[in-house]
């Protein structure tokens, strides 16, 4: 069958289980776009900003588990994906991007909008491919999904000439993939999951340190298993949490720079730790050669370049979490450990990381406890990065699986508003809300428009304090309150701005007001925006600064909380 390469990109799209593209045309890209209408089923949201495209696919892929597609044109059209392609590249989310370029004869000529998008995500992409001939398309999409969602899961782009877009060939379906030089390993070596069943046996202090792999290979039942079969308390990575139930008795929090003390002193004490699907990124070690200094370690991930990158391990296992649990499981013993768990208890006691201050002030963690309260740990939270996304960790109760969607690695900042666009149009019937600083806010909030146009009801809650939050926070503590570039004079009004878009917008000045707004919000059957006019200087509490250790950790004066 005779058949143009864009209507091959589309036809392959369909095949792969794709059922919505986040994209804007442009003049490279254009021969796919106008063979759209073509291919009904294949939705197409015309985003702002090749960012918001980038973003929304990552939201839309974290929350289905399967690749999430963007449409790019070439040149400053594939440039806008980078921050995007990166972020999903830290985070390990599946994304296959289709980048238009400039036709064959031109490329290498500097013409118009001409940019070597291979050569500039190279490093970003699990893979990229430059398609010459319309004949290598189908195959060339077919790997790009199976790389993408496979193994350690990663974005890879198509750039594709607009010549061969144009070029009609003989179409056929590749029937079968011939990737020689890529086979990810996924059961686990059985002797080395015996090893780790031994170590689990003979620890009297063991602690389950679980990552972003548990959530990428939905081993959430498998996690819960072990969990309570040895009675092991589960701490979780910042893109760990919601892997388990944090209205579990074994959840014992996520440690590191900003992570709750008791989970950080608890991986200290610790005489092993079982690794799930992490890998012991810095946010969590501090210095490498005193973290966890005590304990042997068990290291499960599917990378086996992630496996004593970082931390030197007494068993490694290269795999897929829930593979290799479903087999350990069968080797560990039922215990109790009954001692450490009350020790753990008595952590949580004297370091309460999760109280509130008492005061009649407007905070930003009273925000994030009330939006829990009111959802009851039932909506999917998606964050930027800075004070707010730690204090939406760590004070929204995360009971549901895949419930928190925020840049980890990358830190994106504008994360935030795209990708929650992308997670509702993943789960149309859930509740989906956006915590966003003014700051982070403010770099894509021209999605708004998209969101609107696409009648997605997500909540945005903005916790303004008119600073870049946690920039202020490290200049009071490490620059003596030299507060340099870093407090916002000129913020727009974002009940007006929401009010412009045609979106409900709440302002919030009052701590009673609070609640009223997110129930209002929650009652709107359209997106809402609401802007909580937070205390300015309020800080995020723990703190182990840069590089240092637990011993180090800075905690909230306990003169200044009260029980939550």
Not at 389 to 406: D, I, R, V
Not at 510 to 533: S, Y
Request: net charge negative.
């Amino acid at each position: 069958m005779k058949m143009r390469g864009a209507q091959i990109v589309c036809e392959s799209l369909l095949r792969e289980g794709c059922d919505v593209v986040f994209g804007i045309p442009g003049g490279a890209i254009l021969p796919l776009y106008q063979t759209l209408p073509e291919f009904p089923n294949l939705r197409h949201i015309l985003v702002r900003h090749e960012q918001g495209a980038a973003h929304a696919a990552d939201g839309y892929a974290r929350v289905t588990g399967k690749p999430g597609v963007a449409f790019a044109t070439s040149g400053p059209g594939a440039t806008n994906l980078v921050t995007g392609i990166a972020a999903a590249q830290m985070d390990s989310v599946p994304m296959v991007i289709v980048t238009g370029q400039v036709g064959r004869p031109a490329i290498g000529t500097d013409a118009f909008q001409e940019t070597d998008i291979t050569g500039i995500t190279l490093p970003i992409t699990k893979h990229n491919f430059l398609v010459m001939d319309a004949n290598d398309i189908a195959r060339v999409i077919k790997e790009a999904f199976f790389i993408a969602n496979s193994g350690r899961p990663g974005p890879v782009l198509v750039d594709i000439p607009r010549d061969v877009f144009m070029e009609e060939v003989d179409y056929e379906e590749p029937q079968k993939l011939d990737l020689p030089g890529y086979k990810p390993t996924v059961l686990g070596n059985n002797r080395q999951i015996k090893k780790a069943a031994d170590l689990i046996r003979s620890a009297k202090k063991p602690v389950i340190l679980a990552g972003h792999g548990v959530i990428i290979s939905r081993a959430y039942d498998e996690l819960r298993e072990l969990a309570e079969k040895a009675q092991i308390p589960v701490i979780t990575t910042l893109l760990g949490i919601s892997c388990f139930p944090e209205d579990h008795v074994l959840w014992t929090g996520w440690p590191g720079m900003h992570g709750m003390a008791y989970s950080s002193l608890a991986l200290d004490e610790a005489d092993l730790i079982i690794a799930l699907g992490m890998r012991f990124d810095d946010r969590i070690t501090g210095n490498v050669k005193k973290f966890s200094s005590k304990s042997k370690k068990i290291h499960v991930d599917i990378d086996p370049s992630e496996i004593g990158k970082i931390v030197s391990v007494d068993v490694p296992i290269v795999g897929d979490v829930k593979e290799v649990l479903q087999k350990l499981n069968k080797h560990v013993d039922a215990s109790t450990h009954g001692d450490w768990l009350k020790r753990i208890e008595i952590l949580k006691e004297d370091h309460p990381s999760l109280r509130l201050p008492d005061t009649d002030k407007l905070i930003a963690r009273q925000v994030i406890r009330d939006i829990s309260d009111v959802t009851d740990g039932d909506a999917t939270i998606v964050t930027g990065v800075g004070q707010h996304q730690m204090w939406a960790a760590q004070h929204y109760e995360f009971k549901n699986p895949c419930s928190l969607l925020t840049s980890g690695g990358s830190g994106t900042m504008g994360y935030e508003v795209p990708a929650a666009m992308g997670a509702q149009v993943a789960k149309p019937e859930g509740t989906v809300w956006s915590i966003a600083g003014d700051g982070g806010f403010q770099m894509t909030l021209c999605e708004l428009a998209t969101i609107v146009e696409n009648k997605l009801p997500v909540k945005f809650a903005i916790l303004n304090n008119g600073f870049l939050g946690m920039v202020r926070q490290w200049q009071e503590i490490f620059f003596e309150s030299s507060y340099v570039s870093t407090g916002y004079s000129g913020n727009p009004d974002f009940v007006k701005l929401a009010e412009a878009y045609d979106i409900k917008g709440i302002r919030v000045t009052d701590k009673t007001q609070v609640k009223t707004a997110i129930r209002e919000a929650m009652e709107h059957d359209g997106p809402v925006l609401i802007d909580f006019i937070v205390e300015q200087e309020e800080n995020v509490y723990p703190m182990i600064p840069s590089g240092m250790t637990v011993k180090d950790m800075i905690e909230e004066p306990s003169s200044e909380r009260v029980t939550a």
